[in-house]
């Protein structure tokens, strides 16, 4: 089992950025591909970003791209989100997630065995 308690969500203007913290505990971190979603009201879950478990490969949603960027750090057991230029339409639930997948990556939520409980990020124009 692993236990993932996302921090680091809150109210910002747009333009603006946060970094989201997501602590693991349980199994070996290392070996897990850890990704990021979002979930806003009345939508499906979306893919944000993921990164592999040495941090050499990740992978980022279109929307996403050039603005928010995925990292890690094993000997702490956490994944980062630092998301810059927030727009309006960043606003969700972002919840961190994890799967042993070797060194591969996941982009759809059915592969991924572990979620944490979500944290909002509210972005205001």
């Known amino acids: 089992q692993v236990q993932l308690v996302e921090s680091g969500g809150g109210s910002v203007q747009a333009g603006g950025s946060l970094r989201l913290s997501c602590a693991a505990s349980g199994r070996t971190f290392g070996y897990y591909c850890m990704g990021w979603f979002r979930q806003a009201p009345g939508k499906e879950r979306q893919f944000v970003a993921a990164i592999n478990w040495s941090g050499g490969s990740t992978s980022y949603a279109d929307s996403v791209k050039g603005r928010f960027t995925i990292s890690r750090d094993n000997a702490k057991s956490t994944v980062y989100l630092q998301m810059n230029s927030l727009e309006p339409e960043d606003t969700a639930v972002y919840y961190c997630?994890?799967?042993?997948?070797?060194?591969?990556?996941?982009?759809?939520?059915?592969?991924?065995?572990?979620w944490g409980q979500g944290t909002q990020v509210t972005v205001s124009s």
């Open positions: 997630a994890a799967v042993n997948l070797g060194d591969g990556l996941a982009r759809r939520s059915s592969e991924y065995d572990y």
